[in-house]
């Protein structure tokens, strides 16, 4: 559903490029979770995949369209959700009125019910409101919409706990078959158990891609103070019961993914990571 096709963009000619001939295949009826370390190009790569940015070379194409041309067929199916953005100084109706329309799925009833379950409503100034409150809006808005990508950077900053507890419900049950969700995020512990697939990316490269059913098959997260464990472990970190460990999952058991301890690893050991995962796929 969307190609990302050797890839390269730079701020300026002169600089050193943020993406170099990165490629990435996205598939529908997945929630992605986009990780990597500051400034390796995540945002920037949302920004290209909606034809915000003009790429040096390589192309994003979404139903074999080259998102580029900023068509109205590609446009009215993609919502970003940046990770700073500004709201106008006018009433959430007449926001509503202003932009739904760019957006033939928008749906009012869903976004008074997502502005329900945030226990906010319609009769709202946006001039008025905080960080957070705007956040809750814009986010009630960008699924209101239901577009068939839906691109997020750090959707969870600026959102309370009761906040971000409803975001993981509503991104739980509104995904669907025909849709493609992708969050870009450092608050790991926000959206570990909503991912489908897991994206670790560093210096444009790809360094992890896969499902978390296959990472939960390869790999066993334990909480444990046993050293016995621990000096079989891919990864450890300290924790409160003792360490956290990454394993081998070598008797199918189940654990959750620790998005933290997968992460730390992928960057330190990749070469092992991608050995573990291609044992696994045979």
Same mark, same amino acid.
């Given at each position: 559903?969307?190609?990302?096709?050797?890839?390269s963009f730079a701020?300026?000619r002169?600089?050193?490029?943020v993406?170099?001939?990165f490629?990435?295949?996205?598939e529908?009826?997945k929630?992605y979770?986009l990780?990597g370390?500051?400034?390796?190009?995540?945002? #920037?790569?949302?920004?290209?995949?909606?034809?915000?940015?003009?790429?040096?070379?390589?192309?994003?194409?979404?139903?074999? #369209?080259?998102?580029?041309?900023?068509?109205p067929v590609?446009?009215q199916?993609?919502f970003?959700?940046p990770e700073?953005?500004?709201?106008?100084?006018?009433?959430?109706?007449s926001?509503?009125e202003?932009n =739904?329309?760019?957006?033939p799925?928008?749906s009012?009833e869903?976004?008074?019910?997502?502005?329900?379950?945030?226990?906010m409503?319609?009769d709202?100034?946006?001039?008025?409101?905080?960080?957070?409150?705007?956040?809750? @809006?814009f986010m009630?808005?960008a699924?209101?919409s239901?577009?068939s990508?839906l691109l997020?950077?750090?959707?969870?900053n600026?959102?309370?706990i009761?906040?971000k507890?409803?975001?993981?419900?509503?991104?739980? =049950?509104?995904?669907?078959e025909?849709?493609?969700i992708i969050?870009s #995020?450092h608050q @790991?512990?926000?959206?570990d158990?909503i991912?489908?697939?897991?994206l670790?990316m560093?210096?444009?490269r790809?360094l992890?891609?896969?499902?978390?059913?296959?990472?939960q098959?390869?790999?066993?997260?334990k909480? #444990?103070?046993? /050293?016995?464990?621990?000096?079989? /472990?891919i990864? =450890?970190?300290?924790?409160?019961?003792?360490?956290s460990l990454?394993?081998?999952?070598?008797?199918d058991?189940?654990s959750d993914?620790?998005l933290?301890?997968?992460f730390?690893?992928?960057l330190?050991?990749?070469?092992?990571?991608i050995?573990?995962?291609?044992?696994?796929?045979?």
């Open positions: 559903m969307i190609e990302i096709d050797n890839l701020y300026k002169s600089k050193p490029a993406i170099q001939n490629s990435l295949n996205l529908r009826g929630v979770g990780l370390k500051n400034g390796v190009g995540k945002s #920037t790569l949302l920004y290209l995949m909606t034809g915000l940015l003009t790429p040096r070379s390589g192309r994003v194409l979404f139903e074999e #369209t080259d998102v580029r041309k900023r068509l590609t446009m199916d993609i970003l959700v700073e953005f500004e709201l106008p100084p006018v009433s959430l109706v926001f509503i202003l =739904s329309p760019f957006y799925k928008f009012k869903d976004m008074m019910r997502y502005l329900h379950y945030f226990e409503d319609m709202l100034n946006l001039k008025t409101l905080s960080m957070g409150q705007k956040k809750k @809006v009630s808005f699924l209101a239901n577009t990508v997020m950077d750090e959707p969870t600026g959102l309370d009761p906040g507890s409803q975001f993981r419900k509503f991104i739980a =049950s509104e995904m669907s025909d849709k493609i969050i #995020t @790991v512990r926000d959206v158990r991912l489908d697939h897991v670790i560093d210096n444009s790809v992890l891609n896969e499902s978390t059913v296959n990472i098959k390869c790999l066993l997260f909480e #444990t103070d046993d /050293a016995s464990l621990l000096a079989n /472990a990864y =450890s970190l300290p924790s409160v019961q003792g360490h990454m394993l081998r999952n070598l008797k058991e189940e993914i620790n933290e301890l997968l730390n690893a992928t330190s050991q990749p070469k092992l990571l050995e573990l995962f291609l044992k696994n796929d045979k």
